[in-house]
């Protein structure tokens, strides 16, 4: 489908039908758990049950929805801006610079001040700086480009990994286990204001991607095509990468760096509803924050009463998926 054509009415029809699921896994996933609650009690406002509702499920699966819909939502931006179907906020550095300053910080034993979660400032701030890094590196000859982007995420990337590792490996025991344990990734309960922060954010920023949905049409065809529609590649590079970048930090920063849904959900509505961004983009939100408030209560449930991390149940389902699909994209020889 090009970028001028007009959509049909089956391809219409999907994002009402993501927009169902969505609203369909808030209304459903937080009544899942290992200790089942009775709707009379909650409406009575009846302890425990409507406490473990309101203050414990309900606002984790909120979060999912919102950090599951911005992680997805950022993944099929890096792929439209790299034209490369695997490539995630992983790629370009952006959640191993999240991931290492949440870890400094947890290293350091600093992870609250004046009960703010400073894990999460940390994130931010290593985000913000492999942000500035990145854009900086592809800019060094005055030119900016999906390859130098890349190029430079990847050498950051590693830069990052490799002061994760020493940092663990210099922590105590139980500043390491902390690490590790952030860095499977997960949804806890959160305040409802921190939750309100997050997902005026996620709104705004996905406002200003999907407002571009045209041009990472074309610029998705190559960055040549692109210009010569009068796409101002450079600025739209930038533009996407920051726009990206705040999506999956911002995620990162409260549920740890949770992957595999900005990578399965973008390529499977890529492959099975329309490859066209004006459907891609809102469709892998909402549809991406399903899985993940999906693969949250699956968590709650398989090993009761201890629950697996959202990170490990989608690690479990996106690993065999990321196997399939590089197999899938390797020319097959003929005999």
């Given at each position: ?139 060094g000859q005055r030119h900016i480009s999906a390859f130098s982007l890349l190029l430079t995420g990847i050498a950051i990337n590693s830069i990052c990994a490799a002061f ?172």
């Amino acid at each position: 489908m090009s970028a001028t054509q007009p959509l049909s009415f089956a391809a219409r029809y999907s994002i009402p039908l993501s927009v169902a699921v969505f609203v369909g896994a808030a209304l459903l996933l937080p009544w899942v758990g290992a200790v089942p609650i009775s709707l009379a009690r909650v409406w009575r406002h009846q302890s425990p049950d409507y406490e473990i509702l309101l203050q414990l499920r309900l606002s984790r699966t909120l979060l999912a929805l919102v950090a599951g819909g911005a992680l997805s939502l950022a993944g099929t931006l890096f792929q439209a801006m790299l034209r490369d179907a695997l490539a995630t906020p992983y790629t370009l550095g952006v959640s191993a610079g999240a991931s290492l300053g949440a870890v400094v910080v947890i290293a350091i034993g600093w992870e609250t001040f004046l009960n703010v979660p400073m894990t999460w400032i940390g994130a931010l701030a290593g985000a913000f700086g492999v942000l500035v890094l990145v854009i900086g590196g592809a800019f060094g000859q005055r030119h900016i480009s999906a390859f130098s982007l890349l190029l430079t995420g990847i050498a950051i990337n590693s830069i990052c990994a490799a002061f994760i590792i020493i940092l663990s490996g210099f922590a105590s025991m139980s500043r390491s286990f902390s690490i590790a344990r952030w860095l499977i990734g997960s949804i806890d309960a959160t305040s409802y204001i921190s939750l309100a922060v997050l997902t005026a954010v996620v709104l705004l920023v996905s406002a200003l991607i999907l407002a571009e949905a045209r041009s990472w049409n074309l610029l998705a065809v190559g960055e040549r095509w692109a210009a010569s529609r009068g796409v101002g590649v450079g600025a739209l590079l930038v533009q996407g990468y920051i726009l990206g970048s705040i999506l999956a930090a911002g995620a990162i920063a409260i549920t740890g760096p949770i992957g595999f849904v900005e990578l399965i959900v973008p390529h499977l509505v890529r492959s099975r509803i329309s490859p066209d961004h004006r459907l891609l983009m809102p469709c892998a939100f909402f549809l991406g924050g399903a899985l993940l408030a999906l693969c949250d209560a699956i968590g709650r449930i398989v090993m009761p009463p201890a629950e697996l991390p959202a990170g490990a149940v989608l690690a479990l389902i996106g690993g065999p998926y990321l196997v399939w699909i590089i197999r899938e994209r390797t020319p097959k020889k003929q005999i």
